[in-house]
């Protein structure tokens, strides 16, 4: 997709990942369109490591700019159009509000309506006060949407879609390692995320251990991928196996050796794991307040579903897919590649494209 005349595309966005990398390496590549992008640091936490396309991507590191300046480079910059992630900084807020009604400025965010009081208030104030702010929201699927909805956005004002994973590197690792899989199902499961209770890291460690006291699930393990504040706490059962944080190109060999993906969060604004792991095609378990799961998880076709914060959940879970056999969880794999492709990075460019149109 070209364009007639160059625009300009702005982000201005919060702590950059892999994943929304991948999507704005894809709009960089389409000729005509200029993409600036400021970004807040990277979390330490989670220290992803990406590649811009350099030549074609403008960066600016929020840190380096007071209020002031950052309204300078922006008049500097000129853009045709404005994405926002957000209402938390106040600098991006102000940029917003000077330029809404004279281009597009378009607000992005990945929470859910959970109905909380807070958010019920918002939904009250937010409709007058977004109303000078910001003309379209895009957001990451229903959830977002429904809180879009109360917060004064009409239908027509919003898209879903705004995380994508890396689609072609998951997908192409799901595609190499179909045929060692159908050879030799690897009996493991996957946890990828931060070792914290609310990423639900004790309750499946607990629950894992629960799970192999069945004589019959002794040739299952559990790899989990990732670091934080239980990290000391790290279970000392040798099924149970840490290898930290481990960056996205890296992990095909993980992928290839194991057999499903479990996500015990108590809560996730969205999860784009989720994602990653459905397109790489592995069979799905995620708690009930997983966001990303209500796009990428069809109960029983791809996956399963469980209650949050529960030990005796989670082993349920575990359970339905040991009891499966092999050729079930190969067709569930290749359910989950099928739903991811729903969402690509191409697909987000060409909603920019769209915006910008």
């Not at 600036?36 to 990406?50: I, L, Q, S, T, Y």
């Not at 995380?163 to 899989?181: G, H, P, R, T, W």
């Not at 000391?232 to 196996?241: G, S």
């Amino acid at each position: 997709m070209t364009i007639q005349k160059n625009k300009k595309v702005l982000f201005l966005f919060t702590e950059l990942a892999g994943y929304i990398v991948s999507c704005m390496n894809e709009i960089a590549d389409i000729p005509g369109v200029e993409l600036h992008v400021v970004r807040w640091p990277v979390n330490e936490v989670a220290p992803f490591k990406f590649s811009f396309e350099e030549s074609k991507i403008h960066l600016y590191e929020r840190n380096e700019f007071n209020n002031e300046e950052l309204e300078f480079l922006v008049d500097e910059i000129s853009p045709d159009i404005i994405f926002c992630s957000g209402w938390v900084d106040k600098g991006y807020v102000n940029i917003c509000r000077s330029h809404y009604k004279k281009i597009k400025t378009v607000l992005t965010f990945d929470n859910p309506w959970r109905g909380t009081l807070k958010q019920h208030i918002a939904s009250v104030i937010s409709p007058l006060y977004l109303r000078g702010l910001f003309s379209d929201c895009w957001v990451c699927g229903s959830p977002q949407k429904k809180y879009a909805l109360k917060l004064g956005f009409r239908e027509n004002q919003i898209q879903e879609g705004f995380y994508s994973c890396d689609f072609k590197l998951f997908n192409n690792i799901f595609e190499n390692c179909k045929n060692a899989k159908s050879e030799n199902y690897p009996k493991r499961f996957l946890f990828v995320g931060r070792y914290t209770q609310l990423k639900g890291a004790p309750e499946l460690w607990k629950a894992f251990d629960i799970f192999m006291n069945n004589d019959k699930n002794d040739d299952w393990e559990l790899w989990c991928l990732g670091k934080g504040e239980y990290e000391d706490q790290f279970p000392t059962n040798p099924r149970i196996k840490n290898f930290g944080f481990i960056q996205p190109d890296k992990i095909d060999a993980i992928i290839k050796d194991t057999g499903a993906f479990i996500l015990p969060s108590h809560y996730e604004h969205w999860g784009v794991v989720v994602h990653e792991f459905a397109a790489a095609g592995l069979p799905l378990l995620c708690t009930t307040s997983t966001g990303a799961a209500t796009t990428f998880l069809k109960e029983g076709e791809n996956g399963y579903f469980f209650k949050p914060k529960s030990v005796q959940a989670i082993v349920e879970a575990l359970q339905k897919i040991a009891d499966l056999d092999k050729e079930k969880l190969i067709s569930m794999g290749e359910r989950s590649a099928q739903v991811a492709e729903t969402i690509t990075p191409a697909k987000w460019a060409d909603q920019v494209m769209n915006y910008l149109k």
